[in-house]
Protein backbone atom coordinates (compact mmCIF):
# COMPACT_ATOMS: atom_id res chain seq x y z
CA UNK A 1 0.00 0.00 0.00
CA UNK A 2 0.97 3.86 -0.66
CA UNK A 3 2.47 5.50 2.63
CA UNK A 4 -0.12 7.90 4.09
CA UNK A 5 1.16 10.68 6.05
CA UNK A 6 -0.80 14.48 4.67
CA UNK A 7 -3.14 14.93 2.04
CA UNK A 8 -4.59 18.07 0.82
CA UNK A 9 -7.14 17.25 -1.41
CA UNK A 10 -10.28 18.36 -3.14
CA UNK A 11 -13.28 16.79 -1.93
CA UNK A 12 -16.34 14.71 -3.87
CA UNK A 13 -19.84 15.22 -2.26
CA UNK A 14 -21.96 12.25 -2.15
CA UNK A 15 -25.12 13.50 0.23
CA UNK A 16 -26.91 9.93 -0.29
CA UNK A 17 -27.30 8.36 3.59
CA UNK A 18 -27.34 4.74 3.87
CA UNK A 19 -25.25 3.92 1.07
CA UNK A 20 -24.76 -0.06 1.09
CA UNK A 21 -22.29 -2.27 0.00
CA UNK A 22 -23.92 -3.33 -3.06
CA UNK A 23 -24.57 0.20 -4.62
CA UNK A 24 -20.73 1.14 -4.20
CA UNK A 25 -19.97 -2.08 -6.45
CA UNK A 26 -22.71 -4.38 -7.48
CA UNK A 27 -22.63 -7.65 -6.78
CA UNK A 28 -22.30 -8.46 -10.82
CA UNK A 29 -19.03 -7.32 -10.87
CA UNK A 30 -17.63 -9.71 -8.19
CA UNK A 31 -16.08 -11.74 -10.44
CA UNK A 32 -12.57 -10.90 -10.11
CA UNK A 33 -9.99 -11.37 -7.26
CA UNK A 34 -7.18 -8.94 -7.89
CA UNK A 35 -8.25 -5.30 -7.01
CA UNK A 36 -7.43 -3.28 -10.32
CA UNK A 37 -10.20 -2.20 -12.32
CA UNK A 38 -12.87 -1.89 -9.92
CA UNK A 39 -12.97 1.67 -10.14
CA UNK A 40 -14.61 1.85 -13.51
CA UNK A 41 -17.22 -0.16 -11.57
CA UNK A 42 -17.59 2.13 -8.96
CA UNK A 43 -21.45 3.14 -8.36
CA UNK A 44 -22.14 2.01 -11.19
CA UNK A 45 -25.76 2.15 -11.35
CA UNK A 46 -25.90 5.38 -10.29
CA UNK A 47 -22.74 6.59 -12.83
CA UNK A 48 -24.18 4.48 -15.87
CA UNK A 49 -27.52 4.00 -17.58
CA UNK A 50 -28.36 0.20 -18.65
CA UNK A 51 -26.86 1.04 -21.92
CA UNK A 52 -23.46 2.44 -20.19
CA UNK A 53 -24.02 6.30 -21.19
CA UNK A 54 -22.66 8.85 -18.02
CA UNK A 55 -25.61 9.88 -16.33
CA UNK A 56 -25.09 13.37 -16.13
CA UNK A 57 -26.64 14.20 -12.96
CA UNK A 58 -24.20 11.79 -10.38
CA UNK A 59 -22.01 13.52 -8.68
CA UNK A 60 -18.74 11.35 -10.15
CA UNK A 61 -19.61 12.78 -13.77
CA UNK A 62 -19.82 15.88 -12.90
CA UNK A 63 -16.25 17.68 -13.58
CA UNK A 64 -16.63 20.56 -11.07
CA UNK A 65 -15.82 17.87 -8.49
CA UNK A 66 -12.96 16.49 -7.61
CA UNK A 67 -10.47 14.68 -5.52
CA UNK A 68 -9.02 11.71 -3.08
CA UNK A 69 -11.57 12.45 -0.25
CA UNK A 70 -14.92 11.50 -0.64
CA UNK A 71 -17.41 13.07 1.40
CA UNK A 72 -20.26 10.87 2.13
CA UNK A 73 -23.75 10.83 4.08
CA UNK A 74 -24.92 9.05 7.08
CA UNK A 75 -24.03 4.89 7.28
CA UNK A 76 -21.88 4.71 4.49
CA UNK A 77 -20.40 1.14 3.77
CA UNK A 78 -23.48 -0.47 5.35
CA UNK A 79 -24.91 -3.93 3.82
CA UNK A 80 -22.92 -7.12 2.95
CA UNK A 81 -19.44 -7.12 4.48
CA UNK A 82 -17.51 -7.44 0.82
CA UNK A 83 -14.31 -6.15 1.19
CA UNK A 84 -14.85 -5.16 -2.80
CA UNK A 85 -16.24 -1.75 -1.84
CA UNK A 86 -12.89 -0.74 -0.51
CA UNK A 87 -11.00 -2.02 -3.41
CA UNK A 88 -13.40 -0.07 -5.91
CA UNK A 89 -12.83 3.42 -3.77
CA UNK A 90 -9.03 2.94 -3.73
CA UNK A 91 -9.00 1.84 -7.40
CA UNK A 92 -11.16 4.77 -7.95
CA UNK A 93 -8.50 7.12 -5.88
CA UNK A 94 -10.28 7.56 -3.29
CA UNK A 95 -7.52 8.14 -0.08
CA UNK A 96 -10.02 9.31 2.37
CA UNK A 97 -14.19 8.51 3.41
CA UNK A 98 -15.67 11.49 5.42
CA UNK A 99 -18.93 10.57 7.16
CA UNK A 100 -20.87 11.10 10.16
CA UNK A 101 -21.34 6.74 10.46
CA UNK A 102 -19.41 3.85 8.77
CA UNK A 103 -20.63 -0.01 8.84
CA UNK A 104 -18.14 -1.26 11.19
CA UNK A 105 -17.22 -4.26 8.95
CA UNK A 106 -16.37 -2.03 5.84
CA UNK A 107 -14.39 0.66 7.94
CA UNK A 108 -12.23 -2.39 8.90
CA UNK A 109 -12.09 -3.44 4.67
CA UNK A 110 -11.10 0.68 4.42
CA UNK A 111 -8.52 0.40 6.57
CA UNK A 112 -6.93 -3.09 5.71
CA UNK A 113 -6.71 -1.43 1.80
CA UNK A 114 -5.25 2.12 2.44
CA UNK A 115 -8.40 4.32 2.82
CA UNK A 116 -9.03 6.51 5.96
CA UNK A 117 -12.07 7.01 7.26
CA UNK A 118 -12.89 9.73 9.08
CA UNK A 119 -16.16 9.84 11.35
CA UNK A 120 -17.26 13.35 11.89
CA UNK A 121 -20.50 14.57 13.50
CA UNK A 122 -23.55 15.01 11.93
CA UNK A 123 -22.75 19.02 11.97
CA UNK A 124 -19.59 19.03 10.88
CA UNK A 125 -20.49 16.40 8.25
CA UNK A 126 -23.39 19.07 7.06
CA UNK A 127 -20.94 21.85 7.43
CA UNK A 128 -18.71 20.72 4.80
CA UNK A 129 -21.39 19.76 2.48
CA UNK A 130 -22.12 23.16 2.35
CA UNK A 131 -19.04 24.63 1.46
CA UNK A 132 -18.70 22.14 -1.21
CA UNK A 133 -22.12 23.32 -2.26
CA UNK A 134 -20.76 26.84 -2.39
CA UNK A 135 -17.65 26.53 -3.89
CA UNK A 136 -16.80 23.04 -5.79
CA UNK A 137 -13.19 23.39 -5.65
CA UNK A 138 -13.09 23.54 -1.62
CA UNK A 139 -9.75 22.59 -0.38
CA UNK A 140 -9.38 19.71 2.79
CA UNK A 141 -6.38 18.60 4.44
CA UNK A 142 -5.59 15.30 6.69
CA UNK A 143 -2.82 15.06 8.36
CA UNK A 144 -2.87 10.90 9.62
CA UNK A 145 0.09 12.13 12.34
CA UNK A 146 -2.09 14.24 14.02
CA UNK A 147 -5.39 12.73 13.39
CA UNK A 148 -6.90 15.93 12.32
CA UNK A 149 -9.27 16.77 9.58
CA UNK A 150 -9.42 20.57 8.81
CA UNK A 151 -12.10 22.24 6.20
CA UNK A 152 -10.72 26.07 6.29
CA UNK A 153 -14.04 27.18 4.26
CA UNK A 154 -16.24 24.95 6.25
CA UNK A 155 -14.66 26.39 9.60
CA UNK A 156 -14.05 23.01 10.60
CA UNK A 157 -10.87 21.32 12.33
CA UNK A 158 -11.41 18.26 13.98
CA UNK A 159 -9.74 15.42 15.91
CA UNK A 160 -10.72 11.74 14.61
CA UNK A 161 -10.39 8.65 16.19
CA UNK A 162 -8.16 5.64 14.67
CA UNK A 163 -6.66 2.45 16.54
CA UNK A 164 -2.75 2.74 16.71
CA UNK A 165 -1.93 -0.67 14.76
CA UNK A 166 -4.42 1.02 11.65
CA UNK A 167 -2.41 3.96 12.03
CA UNK A 168 0.98 2.77 12.08
CA UNK A 169 0.28 0.28 9.10
CA UNK A 170 -1.19 3.74 7.13
CA UNK A 171 1.46 5.54 7.78
CA UNK A 172 4.09 2.70 6.15
CA UNK A 173 2.07 1.76 3.92
CA UNK A 174 2.05 -1.70 4.79
CA UNK A 175 -0.99 -4.25 5.48
CA UNK A 176 -0.94 -7.26 8.07
CA UNK A 177 1.83 -9.10 5.87
CA UNK A 178 4.05 -6.29 5.46
CA UNK A 179 3.43 -5.17 9.09
CA UNK A 180 4.49 -9.18 9.91
CA UNK A 181 7.55 -9.14 7.43
CA UNK A 182 8.67 -5.72 9.04
CA UNK A 183 8.72 -7.93 12.40
CA UNK A 184 10.86 -10.96 10.33
CA UNK A 185 13.89 -9.89 12.67
CA UNK A 186 12.19 -9.74 16.37
CA UNK A 187 10.28 -12.84 15.23
CA UNK A 188 13.70 -14.68 14.22
CA UNK A 189 15.03 -13.14 17.96
CA UNK A 190 11.99 -14.42 19.67
CA UNK A 191 12.06 -17.75 18.71
CA UNK A 192 15.58 -18.25 19.01
CA UNK A 193 15.35 -17.61 22.66
CA UNK A 194 11.95 -19.83 23.14
CA UNK A 195 14.53 -22.78 22.45
Not at 76 to 102: I, K, N, Q, T
Amino acid sequence: MEKFQILESGMVPLTIENVDTDQIIPARFLKATDRKGFGENLFRDWRYTPDDKPKADFILNNSAYAGQILVAGNNFGCGSSREHAAWALADYGFRVVVSSFFADIFKGNALNNGILPIQVSPEQLKAIFAAIDKNPATQAKVDLEAQELCVPEAGIVVSFELNAYKKMCLLNGYDDIDYLLSQKEAIKAFELNRS
